[in-house]
């Protein structure tokens, strides 16, 4: 597979999402935490409706409001009134603070602006405060959540906590059912952990009896302060260097061990994380998972005649494509494009005429593709906003890797019922 830069003037469809985007997904995932825009009451629409879509839960996020005359002058007075506001209406115990494409081209300090919004209220309980530089035109909502992670954990961990024997978990923006999956997988092995961001109950939550005005759930800020004081950090994906993560923030700061692994999605990810958790507890891998990768094997086995030689297009996050590619190798499927934001969709839309793959793998943005070329599309990642339930769909793991694997076999034993002229009650 050879590496292609699509050369053209503009960007038509483009494949990635706003920055803040990304920081708002980190800061739903934070415990009585509430996002908050500096910028265009626009910003804040456009993230919330994408944001409902995917996860179908309420998404309050907060915008300073600009208008035209913050847009000339400044939003210093929008923000600290913004501010106000939210404590006296939600109460949150975080807010996050994530600049927009407006404030950061007029060049709003918001650092600066929260230091003397402090300092006004000094004697006033305050909640915690976080901001982060998230122009949607010097990144992706992949970049704006890792830059997010990023900020919290520089400006809440602490020194001064005790040392714990613990695990810091950087997964990256995977489903509430991958959040729970992990949970489940380091509570087997006996290991003590935080997850950073947790949106798995905040952002796919239980039936409420009343109206909440602040999420439930989410990373516990106690375990936030306390990660520099962790014995290891890990990052799920292996797109970030050292200076762009928590974890290498962590361990050059605070001297706790960075270790790094792919997303576990296929046997030889999946192994490779298995082993890597195995050696952090000095525990075994337990039984339950080792039934899942010999089923998994199994249905290797037996979907091998349906999927051996297929060719595929994958699109999305750096880590998920990785991890999905690695897999597809596993079954002798063919990635003959890939693409994580290099491209956009109609450079996408090009490559896949020209190269008529078996299906596709990616968020649901490549439905139109899919339409018009008659090419089935296997939904994963984000956004997955033409289908019910894709905030859930479980990837990770063994577990996971069944479920995709499935979907995928079906995927293909579909194409063949479909375009059969006598169509199949039997394949
Ligand atoms: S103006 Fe920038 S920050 Fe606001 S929605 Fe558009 S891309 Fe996102």
């Not at 993560?245 to 605070?254: D, H």
Request: glycine share 8%; charged share 20%.
């Amino acid at each position: 597979m050879e590496k292609t830069i699509i050369d053209r003037p503009a960007t038509r469809n483009s494949c990635v999402l706003c920055a803040p985007l990304g920081a708002s997904i980190v800061f739903q995932g934070i415990e009585g935490c509430l996002p908050l825009l500096h910028g265009s009451q626009g910003c804040a629409t456009y993230i919330r409706r994408y944001l409902i879509s995917h996860f179908r839960e309420p998404v309050d996020i907060a915008s300073s409001n600009f208008s035209e005359e913050s847009a000339i002058f400044g939003g210093k007075e929008n923000l600290k009134k913004a501010l106000s506001n939210l404590i006296t209406q939600y109460q949150p115990r975080l807010i996050g603070v994530a600049s927009t494409c407006l404030s950061e081209t007029i060049g709003d300090d918001v650092r600066a602006i929260l230091k003397e919004y402090r300092k006004e209220n000094q004697g006033s309980p305050l909640p915690e405060m976080v901001n982060v530089s998230t122009p949607s035109y010097h990144g992706s909502h992949w970049d704006g959540f890792w830059k997010t992670v990023l900020a919290v954990v520089t400006q809440l961990s602490s020194q001064e906590e005790p040392v714990r024997q613990r695990l810091n978990v950087f997964p990256g923006l995977v489903s509430t059912a991958d959040l729970r999956h992990l949970r489940e997988i380091f509570t087997d092995f006996g290991i003590s952990f935080s997850i950073l961001p947790d949106y798995a109950d905040s952002l796919d939550s239980d039936a409420w009896d009343n109206y909440h005005s602040l999420h439930e759930g989410g990373t516990p800020l106690s375990e936030i302060r306390a990660m520099g004081r962790a014995e290891f950090s890990l990052d799920l994906g292996q797109a970030l260097t050292a200076e762009d993560s928590a974890s290498g923030y962590l361990a050059k700061n605070s001297g706790v061990t960075r270790l790094s692994c792919g997303w576990p999605v296929g046997i030889n990810e999946s192994d490779a994380f298995f082993r890597l958790l195995s050696r952090i507890s000095s525990q075994p891998v337990p039984e339950k998972y080792r039934q899942e990768r010999s089923r998994l094997l199994d249905a290797y086995y037996d979907g091998h005649k349906y999927m051996f030689g297929k060719r595929a297009v994958v699109y999305g996050s750096p880590e998920m494509v990785a991890a999905i590619v690695s897999m597809l190798k596993e079954i002798g499927v063919i990635p003959v494009f890939c693409s994580t934001a290099d491209t956009d969709f109609a450079g996408i839309e090009e490559r896949v005429i020209e190269l008529r793959p078996d299906f596709l793998i990616g968020s649901s943005k490549g439905y139109q593709i899919s339409r018009k070329t008659g090419i089935p599309l296997l939904r994963a990642g984000f956004p997955i906003h033409d289908r019910f339930g894709g905030q859930r769909e479980l990837l990770l793991g063994y577990r996971g890797t069944q479920r995709f694997f499935d979907h995928l076999v079906n995927v293909v034993i579909a194409g063949v019922q479909d375009s059969s002229p006598g169509g199949y009650a039997y394949v």
